[in-house]
């Protein structure tokens, strides 16, 4: 008899803990669970963690100017309450409470870049989703006719176009993100409807197209995207009149634009009140700074220019019952960091949708990144800080791309060449290909 080999065992599977600690993070990013006030696990764990996602910082372009604006908006935020002492009422406590937002930002990306350096940016995407998700269940699960609208539908779709887009796609990201606009136009979404639609159509607009990497085809893609949200809100705002979004989202909007003219003006009226507090105290209030009886009052009459009716319990008790709650990324930081808070969220917009912009004109702009960009961009105008800062994490965390000096021959989000559009390999993964 012969003897016969014995059979191989398969390869040991290699396991990074580096990579599992990551992966984990992100997941805890996710879930933005709070220790303290709003101060997340995810923060402290990162906190702790600073000498390692340290170095993998620095390789991601304008990574460290965005952080360090943010840092110097925190520190504006306590120097302008410090100073509004004199004729304001300040809180120690609402100064943790916005500051510690602040923080898990900072941090959420730093944790997101890093764990970036050690995984697919895809994985990371979906590791993210699957935080968000698995945080639902925290705050009730809702079975009425807002829950989708108001609990589900966020963290649901980052979780399936992030799973669409780690299995490389395009085709189901195209059609998951048609089929949750739809839902979202059943439960009354307007906003969500029009962003997801916009990332399905861009997404299936890249698989019609060449790749390209010149200024001008940036140029086009941006007047492409600008004329393709106008149309969306043209007919958007025909479809919701016509009562096909719902009986609710009918009547909504047959009364803002009756209030003020404008579809987006009425649904926010809070801009009024940011231009009018702007104008009265440009340099902004500070963190933990509460609003006074004259803030009130030139709040109030802002809102009212726009022809809406501000003496009611949601300017009182929401707005200003506790410092100031303006319903937007740029009044928010504003009012509480001043114009280092302003210049912080404008220079994460303009990273975001550079970022974006140049993924899709390489034809590797996942669905996901497109809406988490969209979602930025509105949450900047009409989104409050606490309820955006999630997603403010995973748009820059996501979007920021690789320095080119330091992909060495790997491949980047941003590069054509990339035969995964997820694909994202450290200087030391592409020298081992190599």
Known sequence: ??????????????????????????????????????????????????????????????????????????????????????????????????????????VGIALLLWARTLMRTSLVALLFGIGMVAAVPLGGLGFDEHAWRFQYSVPVSVLLLAGAWYLNKRWLEVLLALTLAAASAAAGGRSTFAMLLVAAIVTAW???????????????????????????????????????????????????????????????PELGATIALMAEQPTGFGSGTLSSLSDVRTAKAGMAELGYDPDNGYVDRYMFGAGFELHSLVGDFWAAFGLAGLAFILLAAWFACRGCVGLIARRAGPALLVYLTVRLLWNTFFGPIIASSTLVIAALGLILALKLTDVRGGSDLDEPQAADRSELRSPEASATAA
């Open 206 to 268: 890249q698989g019609s197209r060449k790749a390209k990497t010149k200024t001008g085809s940036r140029l086009r893609i941006v007047l492409f995207g600008g004329a393709l949200v106008f149309a969306i809100y043209q007919v958007g705002q025909g479809l919701i009149l016509d009562g096909y979004l719902g009986e609710s989202a009918q009547e909504r909007t047959q009364v803002q634009i009756e209030t003020t003219g404008n579809i987006l003006l009425g649904a926010r």
């Open 1 to 106: 008899m012969i003897p016969t080999a014995a059979p191989q065992a398969p390869p040991a599977v290699r396991v990074s803990w580096s990579g599992l600690v990551a992966g984990g993070l992100v997941a805890l990013v996710g879930f933005d669970h709070h220790v303290y006030r709003t101060l997340s696990l995810a923060t402290v764990a990162g906190i702790a963690l600073v000498p390692v996602w340290w170095p993998a910082v620095s390789r991601y372009r304008g990574a460290w100017p965005l952080l360090s604006v943010g840092a110097l908006a925190g520190i504006a935020g306590v120097w302008l309450t410090e100073s509004a002492g004199v004729d304001h009422h300040t809180s120690t406590a609402a100064t943790l409470t916005v500051s510690f937002v602040l923080l898990n930002i900072l």
